[in-house]
């Protein structure tokens, strides 16, 4: 498949969850308010790793530098963020603004820790798996409601397929060239996951942590 037409499939798919987890959060309730900015953040970081492919294959623009730097942070915060948003919608959990920023600010913190020690590839391996494992424990967590079990499980796979295999010693990733369709496919599902898992849309139940 075309990259040019996997960057544009991604530009599109992402900047519509992000649009759409947006314009969702004024009708939720304080306690999910930073868990769904946690996952507009990672739709938005996919949209611009889009959109700097697109700006790269179709302009002949120089944002290749650009595109790897978004596309590391959308598998490393982004993407982490989303199974971690997941998991709290899912359970109810009620964290405060202050706990979620303590989430990014380790997810940053564990990157740099894992690069400085040389673990750099295994690190991303295990934020991949967990990651996708979150997910999918999201989704099936829900049944017997099927649907929200299917986006799961889907949204769960497509995640293992993005997960960077470059150093490991299982060889390298056969699926890496549809690397942007996959991430394509990912987000308007997980997007849709999240805006129907339980959350806290009712009145809050508990302090924050």
Do not use: K
Request: with cysteine; charged share 10%; aromatic share 10%.
């Amino acid at each position: 498949m075309p990259e040019l037409f996997q960057s544009i499939l991604l530009t599109l798919t992402a900047l519509l969850s992000a649009v759409w987890i947006g314009a969702a959060r004024r009708g939720y309730g304080e306690p999910d308010q930073p868990a769904l900015f946690g996952a507009l953040l990672a739709f938005s970081l996919s949209a611009g790793t889009g959109a700097c492919a697109v700006a790269r294959q179709g302009f002949g623009l120089d944002t290749l530098e650009a595109e790897r730097w978004l596309l590391q942070a959308t598998l490393l915060l982004g993407l982490p963020l989303v199974g971690v948003v997941a998991l709290t919608l899912s359970r109810q959990w009620v964290w405060s603004r202050p706990t979620w920023g303590r989430v990014v600010i380790g997810l940053c913190a564990f990157f740099e820790l894992a690069r400085q020690l040389g673990w750099s590839s295994e690190y991303a391996f295990a934020l991949g798996l967990t990651s996708a494992a979150l997910v999918f424990y999201a989704g099936i967590l829900q049944w017997p409601a099927r649907l929200q079990a299917f986006a799961g499980a889907a949204g769960g796979m497509l995640m293992l397929v993005l997960m960077p295999l470059t150093g490991m010693t299982i060889g390298p990733n056969p699926l890496a060239a549809y690397e942007q369709l996959c991430l394509a496919l990912a987000c308007p599902i997980i997007a849709w996951l999240l805006l129907n898992l339980p959350g806290n849309l009712r009145e809050e139940n508990g302090a924050p942590v």
